[in-house]
Nanobody
Framework: QVQLVESGGGLVQAGGSLRLACEVS????????MGWFRQVPGKEREFVAA????????YYADSVQGRFTISRDVAKNTLYLQMTSLKPEDTAVYYC??????????????????WGQGTQVTVSS
């Protein structure tokens, strides 16, 4: 059974930084496309960033391009999201997800097969 557990969320002032982590158990992270999504109450879960199974390709939502960086540590079987220059509109619950289909990097949430429980990120103005 594949399990994903996020950590690293919290309260930060606008302009600050946070690093989220997602520990994966049950299978090696290098067999999945991995992604980060976020959701605020009353809105749909939206794509933030993704990394291909090989780690060679990364993709970002326009809203976070240049501020967020997705990465992974295969030895630790952990996915990361480094967030800098945070804005109040980045406030959300952040989820990591794994897609067993590796032929392309999906940005659609319904393409992902496994999800973590989420971690809250709050950015104060």
């Amino acid at each position: 059974q594949v399990q994903l557990v996020e950590s690293g969320g919290g309260l930060v002032q606008a302009g600050g930084s946070l690093r989220l982590a997602c520990e994966v158990s049950g299978r090696t992270i290098s067999r999945y496309t991995m992604g980060w999504f976020r959701q605020v109450p009353g809105k749909e879960r939206e794509f933030v960033a993704a990394i291909s199974w090989s780690g060679a390709s990364t993709y970002y939502a326009d809203s976070v391009q240049g501020r967020f960086t997705i990465s992974r540590d295969v030895a630790k079987n952990t996915l990361y999201l480094q967030m800098t220059s945070l804005k109040p509109e980045d406030t959300a619950v952040y989820y990591c997800a794994a897609d067993t289909k590796i032929l392309r990097v999906a940005v659609e949430r319904n393409e992902y097969d496994y999800w973590g429980q989420g971690t809250q990120v709050t950015v104060s103005s």
